[in-house]
Nanobody, 113 residues
Framework: QVQLVESGGGLVQAGGSLRLSCAASGIDFRIDVVGWYRQAPGKQRELVAT???????NYADSVKGRFTISRDNAKNTVYLQMNSLKLEDTGMYYC???????WGQGTQVTVSS
């Protein structure tokens, strides 16, 4: 069974940075599209960024220029570098490969003023 473990969240002031990690077992991230998603309180889960098999990336308009998704093949880990964090970036962040039909436990990001 695929296990996804997100980490790296925390409390940060607006303008600060965090790096989230998503480590996987039971799946090779190199052969799947992996996305980072987030869910703010009272809102639907939304796609934040994706990284493809070839390493190409896509971002939601709200995070373009501030977030960077990357993959370490040797560690089978996908990262989300988040800079210039805003209050509206607060939420639970999840990673999920396209081929996996369930979510991990997520990691909480809270941006304070």
């Amino acid at each position: 069974q695929v296990q996804l473990v997100e980490s790296g969240g925390g409390l940060v002031q607006a303008g600060g940075s965090l790096r989230l990690s998503c480590a996987a077992s039971g799946i090779d991230f190199r052969i799947d599209v992996v996305g980072w998603y987030r869910q703010a309180p009272g809102k639907q889960r939304e796609l934040v960024a994706t990284i493809s098999l070839t390493g190409s990336t896509n971002y939601a308009d709200s995070v373009k220029g501030r977030f960077t998704i990357s993959r370490d093949n040797a560690k089978n880990t996908v990262y989300l570098q988040m800079n210039s964090l805003k209050l509206e970036d607060t939420g639970m962040y999840y990673c999920k490969p396209n081929s996996v039909g369930y979510w991990g436990q997520g990691t909480q990001v809270t941006v304070s003023s």
